[in-house]
């Protein structure tokens, strides 16, 4: 069974649904992916989009003016481009078709980045065509020239998104640059560290956990509960593994650690 990532703009729902439905009752071996069906309730809609297309054999690109200019399209493709899986761009009902064929007047520097001009388009004239298209494509994918990869390509971010080292330097200079630290605003970036990228995401937590931790320090010095401070604080500084230490260092920025390390 063929694994196909279906990538369209949010404007072209109403074909793409058909389509995508059509692909489906026709019963030829094609697993779809599609945003509609495919991203669980309440889960990270980016991340699974970008976990669709590392597991597609095919990305399916449903190709219009709106998908032209979509940035999240051109992520999608330009990611599925960049991890090496084979692209069939299928040209939608349009501006682009009159009469069931291509326009001439295309204009080929449309194509989003990473969609090569050279890749042959396919204009959508039914289902029919479209399978029989579809499995003449997947028969000639070479699977020497189509070699996954996806692990050294970096996740791209969303449009606008922070990078997560920008995150992680915010992190930095809020509790070790600024004085008195500088809370809030790490835990916010922490959050979206935790919330978003997957590679930071056991870090963050631990972090949010360790500032929850120093806090209830503070509250105990500010009690004058010296002994019961010098406990916690030896439990704190146990807590620490060098996976934290490494990710930004021993913090301290009241220096318990000087009167009861």
């Known amino acids: 069974m063929t694994k196909l990532f279906v990538s369209y703009a949010l404007h072209d729902s109403k074909v793409v649904d058909a389509i995508v439905a059509e692909l489906q009752a026709a019963g030829q071996g094609f697993d779809i992916w599609f945003d509609k069906d495919s991203i669980p309730p309440g889960g990270n809609w980016w991340h699974a989009i970008l976990a669709g297309i590392r597991d597609c054999e095919v990305f399916l690109f449903m190709l219009s003016e709106r998908s032209a200019q979509s940035e999240y ?3 999608e493709v330009q990611y599925a481009a960049d991890i090496n899986r084979p692209i069939f761009p299928l040209m939608l009902p349009g501006a682009w078709i009159t009469a069931n064929k291509p326009d001439l007047a295309f204009d080929s520097t449309l194509l989003p980045k990473g969609l090569d001009s050279d890749i042959q388009r396919v204009p959508h004239q039914g289902t029919a065509n479209l399978l029989s298209a579809l499995s003449t494509a997947i028969e000639t994918y070479d699977p020497n020239v189509y070699k996954d990869l996806s692990e050294s390509v970096p996740l791209p971010l969303r449009p606008h998104e922070t990078h997560p080292i920008e995150m992680y330097t915010r992190v930095k200079a809020a509790l070790f640059d600024t004085r008195p630290p500088d809370v809030p605003t790490a835990k916010s970036a922490l959050y979206t560290l935790l919330k978003n990228h997957a590679e930071f995401r056991d870090v963050a937590h631990a972090w949010l956990e360790l500032l929850d931790r120093y806090n209830k320090l503070t509250l105990l010095a500010q009690c004058n509960m010296k002994d019961k401070l010098c406990q916690r604080f030896s439990e704190y500084k146990a807590s620490y593994t060098s996976k934290l ?17």
Do not use: A, H
Not at 256 to 261: A, I, K, L, N
């Open 73 to 75: 399209c051109g992520l």
């Open 245 to 261: 230490s490494d990710f930004l260092g021993f913090y301290d920025p009241y220096e318990y650690d000087s009167r009861f390390g």
